[in-house]
Every structure is written in structure tokens, then in C-alpha cells.
């Protein structure tokens, strides 16, 4: 699994679909995932620091977990089928015992980003779905030809005692 973080949310501009950009730290690869009208305003809601006036599903259901004396561990983006993705949340009950439930990944991130939960993709999801950030892979990419065609053997004697 491949830890990620919420990079942004935005509108598709070829059908003006909602969706949320996954990045993982290093802002190598996203991962853009459609979702609803609904899903996309609880997350910004969130993102923003905005309370609604009742709360939100999202708000219940961390509170139904809370109530419970349970604690949302992490989100996990685990499959994409035709287009679809897949996903679920871990929950850790107050006996320890763990449970893993299936649910949208756009309610898993809603649900998150209230928790303060890590969100994590699958890394078969990622070789399907990723989209690279070509300009920073490439200079990643140069820096380490850098490296390789300037590296000396002298540059390993801090590695290894001489006899």
C-alpha cells in the first residue's frame, strides 16, 4: 500500500465531474479519482475548516464510530474495475479487534479527512490509474544520471576499511 494525501479537488473540464486528486508526498504520482457532487462539497467542507449548522453523514458516522469507542485507523483505495474505484476503511474496536469495511472511496476520504485517518492506495491501483508528474519524474530522473556519471571509486572509501 502507497500512502497518499488529499492534493486537491476539482472538476473534470471534459464533463465537469467532480473528482479528488490523491499525491503521495513526494508529489511523484497522483491518483484522480471521480466522485459525487455531495462527496466532493463534504470533503472541501472539511478541507476548509466549515461546520454545517447539522452535521453532515460523514460527521455521524465518525461520531457513531467515536460513541462506540472505536477509532478509524486508515482509508484504503484497494481496486479499480472498468473505471470504477473501489474502498474501504479500517476500523480498530475498543477490544483491539480490527475491521475492515467496504465502502466508496469517496466517502473513505470524506470520512479521512474528519478522522485525521491516513489514506492509502493499493499498489496494483496505482499502476492502473496514476497519472506522473512528468516534469519532477524527469528531474529526479537527471539527477540520478548526475550521480551515476560523476561517481568516482574513490567516493566508496567511507564505506568499506582498507587493509
Not at 464533463?15 to 466522485?35: A, C, G, H, R
Not at 449548522?53 to 465518525?62: A, G, Q
Not at 480498530?92 to 479487534?97: A, I, L, N, S, V
Not at 479527512?113 to 491501483?125: G, H
Amino acid at each position: 500500500m502507497i500512502k497518499m494525501e488529499i492534493g486537491g479537488l476539482g472538476f473534470d473540464p471534459r464533463n465537469l465531474s467532480p473528482l479528488v486528486l490523491l499525491k503521495d508526498p513526494e508529489e511523484l504520482n497522483f491518483l484522480p479519482i471521480w466522485i459525487g457532487i455531495f462527496e466532493a462539497a463534504a470533503i472541501a467542507m472539511e478541507l476548509q475548516g466549515l461546520t454545517p449548522p447539522r452535521p453532515m453523514t460523514h460527521d455521524l458516522l465518525k461520531s457513531l464510530i467515536e460513541n462506540f469507542g472505536a477509532k478509524l485507523i486508515k482509508v484504503s483505495i484497494t481496486d479499480v474495475k472498468d473505471g470504477t474505484f473501489y474502498g474501504a476503511i479500517e476500523i480498530e474496536k475498543k477490544d483491539g479487534e480490527k475491521l475492515t469495511i467496504d465502502c466508496r472511496p469517496s466517502d473513505a476520504i470524506a470520512l479521512a479527512v474528519r478522522s485525521k485517518a491516513a489514506i492509502f492506495v493499493s499498489e496494483a491501483v496505482m499502476m492502473q490509474a496514476k497519472l506522473v508528474n512528468a516534469e519532477k519524474d524527469a528531474e529526479e530522473t537527471k539527477k540520478f544520471k548526475d550521480f551515476i556519471n560523476n561517481i568516482k571509486p574513490e567516493d566508496f572509501t567511507k564505506y568499506y576499511k582498507q587493509d
